[in-house]
């Protein structure tokens, strides 16, 4: 097989320190927002309508910055697991040749098994490359535990099956190289 009929991406890994140090921060800004919240004393005209609004508003933010402090304490320690086997792992994340796709979790794809290949936004900055399959059972058949807890909650919440971001590569070039087998 000839150097151009394949196409092989890594992980980019510097975002996953990031990811590692931001959240930290985040836990610690919310816990001191949490409790610097009672020492917040908020009289409105001393009026029992504003006091009720006021107590229904520090009530919810309180909710809040619990929820954010389980949010990020839960990301940070699933980053913790997944470091070393992240960290560790210098193979490719994928694998583009003119019968399919490798994914890691996910084995080898053939092209006639996916649907769409697409970019896919993931927040308002970041897109990541979303892949759609045609038939999701074997999909999870063939894939580890990891992909399928993936395939499970991308059904539950309606997005790609498969998603590939924090690539080393350009999302373009990727789609460009998969459309030219793809559409075969």
Known sequence: MSKT???????????????????????????????????????????????????????????????????????????????PFFMGYNGPAAILNKDGIWIKNYNFIYWEDIEEFSSYPVTGTLEAIGIQVGNVKKLSKQSNLDAKIRIFWSRVFGTPHITLSNLDTENEKIIIFAHRYLNQ
């Open 5 to 83: 009929a394949q196409l092989v991406v890594k992980f980019e890994k510097e975002n996953y320190f990031l990811g590692l140090i931001l959240m930290p921060i985040m836990i610690m800004l919310s816990t001191v927002g949490l409790f610097a919240l009672p020492r917040v004393n908020i009289f409105l005209l001393g009026l029992p309508l504003f006091s009720t609004v006021a107590f229904i508003i520090v009530y919810f933010l309180k909710i809040s910055l619990y929820f954010f402090i389980v949010f990020f304490s839960f990301g940070f320690l699933i980053g913790l697991v997944y470091s």
